[in-house]
């Protein structure tokens, strides 16, 4: 219920008293703002206030009768922020209506980002109820809208694939994607460092036993890894590059942690045929172009794979499109033409350089051939 215009400055006294010496002057300008219409100055003051930890409980007053006794004159997006700073200090049994009405305010042509923004915290208040079928509708609702956007502030899309992220927890290859995309939508560095940390280590199980990642590129550069890093999880770290190196040596030193972590625990036989796939990728992209027929008995040696299950590697492998190829069953030989791109570290960096160079010396040498060869032709 909006508050009767005259009984504002009552509130800002009452609220003013309440609060602690270093606030008051916050209370100063919300009056004087109000009083002069500067809705676009009291708006960022208010903000500025509602995310300060000593505001407390004092936001759920200001907001349910101040904010909204001018409500439809400020920016709708910047009003469904002041009302989601309200949310933790509500009782849990109020903070759906409360967000379920926020939406509803905001539900206009001209401020669909902002009924978004309060629909996906909606969807994460169903989430914490265990109303999986309630937060799925209102995020496939939120992306329905978003798909229709050019453009939209930041804050929007993080909201929205930040709980994607959260519904999407068991479904590896999802939650991997919508976190990564929630991380492209904030700076890092104003994630406070536990969660930073949690996010780090979440991402890189998702990725170890996804059964549809095998390119760990993009994490491997997200500056996220970093919160691992002189910590007890630094070794997910080391386990990652190893996959990404398809470094069997590295893996069997850092796969003894696989046991600290549940998850890894129960997909340690995917694991370790995830880590031939990327030995097997590996060596492949070793090798010359000219030089890419394996005879399995080589690629057994090189994946530690046994004889009986090196063709399944290979289709395996093949089936995923991490290689492009033929077998040949009778000569038991593998010829390969393609391997999946992927981040390379300076190991492989350096291997592609001495190729490069491999390469530039046999066009030089084929040139003189050519051109001692076919001379009498040249001069013709």
């Not at 009768?65 to 109020?94: C, M, P, W, Y």
């Not at 929007?156 to 709980?163: D, E, G, M, P």
């Not at 199980?205 to 691992?228: Q, R």
Request: glycine share 4%; net charge negative.
């Amino acid at each position: 219920m909006n508050m009767d215009p005259d009984a504002i400055p009552n509130l800002l006294q009452e609220l003013r008293d309440q609060a602690p010496d270093e606030l008051q002057v916050y209370f100063i300008d919300f009056e004087d703002y109000w009083e002069r219409k500067l809705w676009h100055e009291l708006t960022d003051r208010l903000l500025e206030y509602f995310q300060l930890e000593s505001s407390g409980e004092q936001t759920i007053p200001l907001f349910d009768t101040f904010i909204k006794s001018f409500a439809n004159k400020i920016n709708q997006l910047k009003l469904v922020e002041l009302g989601l700073q309200t949310v933790e200090h509500r009782a849990e049994k109020d903070r759906l209506d409360f967000l379920k009405t926020l939406a509803r305010s905001v539900d206009k042509p001209a401020s669909q980002d902002a009924y978004v923004y309060a629909t996906s915290a909606v969807a994460g208040i169903h989430m914490m109820q265990k109303d999986l079928e309630g937060a799925k509708k209102s995020l496939d609702e939120c992306e329905r809208i978003l798909e229709t956007f050019d453009y939209v502030e930041n804050s929007v899309h993080a909201s929205f694939y930040r709980t994607c992220a959260e519904y999407y927890k068991n479904e590896f290859a999802e939650y991997y994607k919508n976190a990564l995309l929630y991380l492209a939508c904030v700076d890092v560095d104003d994630l406070d460092e536990q969660d930073r940390r949690s996010r780090a280590y979440d991402l890189s199980i998702a990725a170890l036993v996804s059964d549809s990642i095998y390119n760990f590129g993009e994490l491997l550069l997200h500056p996220i890894l970093d919160s691992l890093k002189d910590t007890k999880q630094s070794w997910l770290v080391d386990l990652l590059f190893a996959f990404n190196g398809g470094q069997l040596a590295a893996y069997e030193i850092f796969g003894n942690n696989i046991a600290k972590n549940n998850l890894l625990k129960e997909h340690k036989t995917f694991l370790y045929m995830k880590i031939s796939l990327a030995c097997l990728t590996e060596a492949v992209f070793r090798r010359p172009p000219h030089q890419r027929a394996m005879t399995f008995s080589a690629i057994s040696q090189e994946t530690r794979v046994s004889a009986d299950d090196v063709e399944h590697l290979i289709m395996k492998a093949l089936s995923l499109g991490l290689l492009k190829g033929t077998i040949d069953q009778v000569e038991e030989v593998a010829h390969f033409n393609w391997v999946q791109p992927k981040v390379l570290d300076k190991t492989q960096i350096e291997g592609m350089r001495d190729r490069l160079k491999e390469w530039d010396s046999s066009v030089n040498h084929l040139g003189n051939y050519v051109e001692k060869v076919g001379k009498d032709v040249w001069a013709t």
